[in-house]
């Protein structure tokens, strides 16, 4: 139901109780009633009772036009004689007409509405203060987040670069304990002094580069982000744990994934796979490609059936490095940080694919293993292993 000004024409006061009655009774009766009306003491009524609420439409007393904006909760005030001064009533009849509106306000509802209209030019004020105030941090924040990656790079570059030496002086060290241990072996042939006091010079050596690998390590694993399993697709580019490369998914199976590292393709478990921090925030608002696995071999499955006794190793992705396509000293290098790997995971084995080729990578495996401090003892795969083109070696114990 609609009512346009309802008793407009007669006394405002008589007029505005039998509004309120009229209301009163369109309730009790169940009616939805719209009503217009400039009467003071029925927009006081409204805000008295929670089954009545006053709205207004507001206007712009600056601009003399309404904004056609609806205000639900606050009532309208009269304009008339801010609207008389507009159309050019005389000043001292606008200035009587206020004395006189002044003197005979019965109610303090003008106040009111004049209280409520200056809390909302002031919340309004408050609102575009903080939206200013909120994109300048956000411009701040931003500007910071600039700054913290740079700083980041700056370190990441500072790291790269002493990694870059410290794998320098690895290679040397590993290169001279090769040297040590074929002068041994040479001179444990002719004289045993010699070869004894080679050994106590190639101790620390070996400590040495144990600590060069540590902080190599520590300075990669420091930087890195575990990668989720979800993640996980063919083509992306992550972080090797166990080798400490950069490397690309080639293939994805259920318990494991296949990664090509350079000329090299090992099998790693989800867990050996990481990011950069910065890699990480990426794919973090980026919703990852679905991963089909490929389901593993049962005989990749059943490793935790592998007897402990030497000298039986059983193949399986955690345990096993293909070197097929590498050069000699770029796959001795590769064993290398593979036996570390191994140790440090406490793996009884390892399998050495070097397929057959020319011959070279087998009889340079061969050579190095029995070398090997790490190694126990090592022996050429059954045909079940794969042969001749596979070497097992059993780990000594720690």
């Known amino acids: 139901m609609l009512l346009d000004e309802p008793f407009a024409g007669t006394d405002p006061a008589q007029g505005g109780a039998l509004t309120m009655a009229l209301l009163e009774r369109l309730y009790i009766a169940g009616a939805t009633v719209v009503v217009t009306t400039h009467l003071d003491r029925v927009k006081a009524f409204a805000l008295e009772y929670p089954w009545l609420c006053n709205a207004s439409v507001e206007f712009d007393l600056n601009a003399m036009r309404p904004s056609y904006r609806l205000r639900i909760g606050t009532p309208g005030g009269s304009a008339a004689l801010a609207i008389a001064a507009r159309l050019g009533m005389p000043a001292e009849l606008l200035s009587r007409a206020e004395q006189l509106h002044r003197e005979e306000a019965k109610s303090g509802l003008e106040n009111a509405l004049g209280k409520l209209e200056n809390e909302r030019v002031a919340l309004e004020d408050e609102r575009k203060l903080l939206a200013t105030s909120r994109s300048q941090m956000?411009?701040?924040?931003?500007?910071?987040?600039?700054?913290?990656?740079?700083?980041?790079?700056?370190?990441?570059?500072?790291?790269?670069?002493?990694?870059v030496e410290l794998r320098r002086r690895l290679r040397e060290l590993r290169k001279r304990?090769?040297?040590?241990e074929?002068?041994?072996a040479e001179a444990k042939l002719e004289k045993a002094a010699e070869a004894k006091a080679l050994e106590r010079e190639?101790?620390?050596?070996?400590?040495?580069a144990r600590e060069t690998h540590a902080v190599i390590?520590?300075?990669?694993?420091?930087?890195?982000?575990p990668l989720p399993k979800e993640a996980?697709?063919?083509?992306?580019?992550?972080?090797?744990?166990?080798?400490?490369?950069?490397?690309?998914?080639?293939?994805?199976?259920?318990?494991?994934v296949l990664l090509q590292l350079g000329a090299l393709k090992v099998q790693v478990p989800y867990d050996d796979l990481a990011v950069s921090p910065n890699a990480a925030k990426e794919r973090s608002d980026a919703k990852p490609a679905k991963a089909t696995p490929r389901p593993s071999s049962s005989r990749q499955q059943s490793t935790a059936a592998a007897p402990p006794a030497p000298p039986i190793v059983i193949p399986h992705p955690e345990n096993t490095i293909d070197l097929r396509g590498m050069n000699r000293d770029e796959a001795i290098e590769r064993v290398e940080f593979f036996l570390d790997s191994a140790l440090r995971k406490e793996l009884s084995g390892i399998c050495v694919i070097h397929g057959h080729g020319t011959g070279v990578l087998k009889a340079a495996v061969r050579s190095f293993l029995p070398k090997s401090p790490y190694v126990s003892s090592c022996?050429?795969?059954?045909?079940?292993?794969?042969?001749?083109?596979?070497?097992?070696?059993?780990l000594r114990d720690r």
């Open 177 to 180: 304990i090769r040297e040590f």
């Open 379 to 394: 022996w050429p795969g059954s045909r079940e292993e794969g042969g001749d083109g596979v070497t097992l070696a059993r």
């Open 202 to 208: 190639l101790r620390p050596l070996e400590q040495e």
């Open 182 to 184: 074929a002068r041994i």
């Open 138 to 163: 956000q411009a701040r924040s931003e500007q910071l987040a600039g700054e913290i990656e740079k700083v980041k790079r700056r370190e990441l570059q500072v790291l790269s670069s002493d990694s």
């Open 217 to 225: 390590r520590q300075s990669h694993g420091s930087k890195l982000v």
């Open 232 to 256: 996980v697709r063919q083509g992306l580019g992550v972080m090797s744990r166990r080798y400490e490369r950069e490397a690309t998914i080639v293939e994805v199976f259920a318990e494991h």
